[in-house]
């Protein structure tokens, strides 16, 4: 009789700990359906369609207007834009100015010796008549501010001259153009006033000025 329950004891102990060895199994992982396989590549792809993209701008249309002035004859040439920069030679000073941002003031050879400009002139290279000077002279610098300017001629001596005065927009196509020219003899303006950039539509507009 005592056999017989120690044997169901032991059979008792044995389920047990079949059922506590069943329990700590971990279970096999579901198999994922095919809905749930194409959820997470839906997923992915949402997340990556969402990354910044850089952004780029237009850049800034360059700006080519210039301004440029040539002179034939014997004077000197001093420029002064509307914030009082200079750009030139002042003979009354012995003063050369060159304030304006990127400015070029250059001067060509002697009118003794280049006897075609003299021809063009209509002069005759006669000694006493015709003083030796820098026959050619060119004003230029880019980006022009607006506003009025000033020229001035000095130690103009009554020789004849031609004075060109030629505006160029942003596109460096040229907005204006202006042309004077006298004969010797003559008593021109010391000073001319013009306004940049030129008016839309209208004729380039350069003025004797007092001063």
Do not use: W
């Amino acid at each position: 009789m005592q056999d017989a329950i120690t044997m169901r004891k032991s059979v008792l102990v044995l389920i047990v700990l079949g059922l506590t060895a069943c329990g700590q199994q971990t279970p096999a992982p579901r198999p994922q359906a095919a809905g749930d396989a194409g959820k997470t590549h839906t997923a992915a792809s949402t997340q990556k369609g969402q990354i910044a993209q850089p952004q780029v701008k237009p850049g800034k249309a360059a700006d080519a207007s210039s301004l440029l002035i040539s002179f034939h004859g014997c004077a000197d040439l001093l420029l002064t834009d509307p914030h009082g920069h200079k750009l030139g030679y002042d003979p009354a000073g012995r003063k050369s100015y060159l304030e304006i941002a990127g400015g070029i003031y250059d001067e060509g050879d002697p009118t003794g010796d280049d006897e075609e400009d003299a021809k063009r002139q209509g002069q005759e290279k006669t000694a006493g008549k015709q003083p030796d000077c820098v026959a050619d002279k060119t004003i230029q610098f880019p980006s022009p501010v607006p506003g009025k300017y000033i020229l001035k001629m000095g130690g103009q001596t009554g020789t004849a001259f031609k004075l060109e005065i030629t505006s160029y927009g942003r596109d460096a196509n040229e907005n204006g153009h202006y042309v004077l020219s006298q004969e010797a003899s003559s008593t021109p303006s010391p000073f001319y006033e013009f306004e940049l950039p030129p008016p839309s539509g209208t004729q380039f507009q350069v003025k004797a000025a007092s001063k």
